[in-house]
């Protein structure tokens, strides 16, 4: 049974390009969330999302960031006109949606906007 | 709003003796309580989890964690640590009244278990 599944590990922007983070949930896991982890730091939330919902984006940037998880294919997280401060560690997770249940996370994307 | 501290940035232990690992919460309702491991270059793999039951909890690789309400603290332990336990490790929270399904991490505590 694959894992939580992330592509690409490593990803490189120059500023004001665009980045699209991809993320492909557990199999039989319809809960996908997605974390940003700053060098040294925790990880911090961002955006829950159930199959073309989005249940909870406190945690989303006002601008220039958006998530979906269309009814087929993976969870993508979307940064347009990256700046070097969006440069981090982005971890997706899943859940099957029980709140008992813990969230299994993937490899992580590591962004490096130049 | 539920939140996590992890008072130690870096523990140092010695092989073979106890490792703990502090993690303290601020929760409004109930509180979810996880560990979870993270080696370089990797994502997070989960150790244990508190739900209800059973203050002492047992988990992957050998470790613990004790759960405390009047401490409001959830303590990470290993009776007898491995070299190989070297890692960051995060403590978690979800607060599933005020939170719904999200999780809250505490900044991290490096365990460094030398030989």
């Known amino acids: 049974n694959a894992g939580v599944m992330q592509n690409p590990r490593h990803l490189v922007r120059r500023r004001g390009q665009e980045a699209r983070l991809r993320c492909s949930p557990m199999?039989?896991?319809?809960?996908v969330y997605w974390y940003r982890q700053l060098p040294e730091e925790g990880l911090k939330f961002m955006v829950y999302?159930?199959?073309?919902?989005?249940?909870?984006e406190s945690g989303m940037p006002k601008e220039r960031f958006s998530a979906e998880f269309p009814k087929e294919g993976p969870s993508i997280l979307r940064i347009q006109q990256v700046v070097r401060g969006d440069s981090a560690a982005y971890f997706c997770?899943?859940?099957?949606?029980?709140?008992?249940?813990?969230?299994?996370f993937g490899p992580g994307t590591r962004l490096t906007v130049t | 709003a539920q939140s996590v501290a992890q008072p130690e940035d870096q523990v140092n232990v010695a092989e073979g003796n106890p490792l703990t690992v502090k993690c303290t919460y601020s929760?409004?309702?109930?509180?979810?309580l996880f560990w979870y491991v993270q080696y370089p270059n990797r994502g997070l793999q989960f150790l244990l989890k508190?739900?209800?039951?059973?203050?002492l909890v047992k988990g992957s690789y050998g470790f613990e964690a004790e759960f405390n309400k009047s401490q409001t603290s959830f303590h990470l332990k290993k009776p007898s640590a491995l070299v190989s336990d070297s890692a960051l490790y995060f403590c978690?929270?979800?607060?599933?009244?005020?939170?719904?399904?999200?999780?809250?991490f505490g900044g991290g505590t490096r365990v460094l278990v030398k030989p």
């Open positions: 997770a899943s859940s099957s949606g029980r709140q008992t249940y813990e969230q299994y």
């Open positions: 199999k039989g896991h319809s809960h």
């Open positions: 999302l159930q199959k073309e919902n989005i249940i909870d």
């Open positions: 929760v409004s309702g109930n509180p979810y």
């Open positions: 508190y739900i209800t039951g059973d203050n």
């Open positions: 978690a929270v979800r607060d599933i009244e005020t939170a719904g399904n999200k999780l809250t």
